[in-house]
């Protein structure tokens, strides 16, 4: 791992389990030895072994989505999370001569995926995990058991898929490259009504130590 990297690696695991939690919403990019690609936007449920670590990624397709197609020869894929990000402006430094950036938590997995297409009960349990999580602490939380037999006819449209991680790479730039004066700088501009409180905390959670943190 380089320096660079170094300096945007993740707080701990727990915090890359969190952003494959929170924002499921990734990209699936392949592409095939002779030059086709494809690119789908799906949520992905993350497999978390014994240590809290995201150990592969399920999730489904429609059937007729030509991304399957090309996965049938082509199962390696490119995952790529976006987690919390936000424009950093200039205009919340004392020292306005620096340039503004963009602050950002990613998370990318190389993959194997493999189609799981005659298992109807694995299907039904990648499906209803989704839902199970995307449901939890909703107030009048719905089920598929509400849609009655037309969930089994609609079921059959889709195809459920577990991606076997090969290589991972993550970075969080959440202001560790920032001097501590403009750091905190910007840790007040966030704090201030109107500002992201979300990036905020990611990036308290990214520099304990720095002053602002306290924001």
Do not use: C
């Not at 701990?12 to 990019?29: G, H, K, M, N, Q």
């Not at 978390?48 to 991304?67: K, Q, T, W």
């Not at 700088?185 to 009504?193: E, G, H, S």
């Amino acid at each position: 791992m380089s320096a660079v990297s170094q300096k945007f690696a993740p707080p701990s695991e727990a915090d890359v389990t969190r952003l494959v939690l929170e924002y499921p919403f990734s990209w699936l990019i392949t592409m095939a030895p002779e030059g086709e690609f494809a690119a789908t936007p799906l949520p992905l449920r993350p497999v978390i072994d014994e240590r809290g670590e995201v150990s592969a990624l399920l999730g489904h397709f429609a059937r007729s989505n030509p991304h399957v197609t090309l996965l049938r020869r082509a199962p390696r894929t490119l995952v790529l999370f976006m987690g919390p990000h936000g424009y950093i402006s200039s205009s919340w430094l004392a020292d306005r001569t620096r340039t503004p950036t963009w602050n950002y938590a990613t998370a990318q997995y190389l993959v194997d995926i493999e189609l799981i297409d005659d298992d109807p009960a694995a299907t039904d349990e990648i499906v209803g995990d989704l839902i199970g999580a995307m449901e939890a602490k909703r107030p009048g939380a719905w089920s598929s058991e509400e849609m009655g037999s037309r969930y089994a006819r609609l079921i059959t449209g889709i195809i459920a898929f577990r991606a076997h991680i090969r290589e991972r790479r993550v970075k969080f730039k959440l202001g560790q490259d920032e001097r501590d004066s403009e750091y905190a700088d910007i840790m007040r501009a966030l704090a201030t009504a109107g500002g992201d409180r979300t990036l905020l905390e990611w990036m308290q959670r990214a520099n304990p130590s720095r002053s602002g943190s306290d924001a």
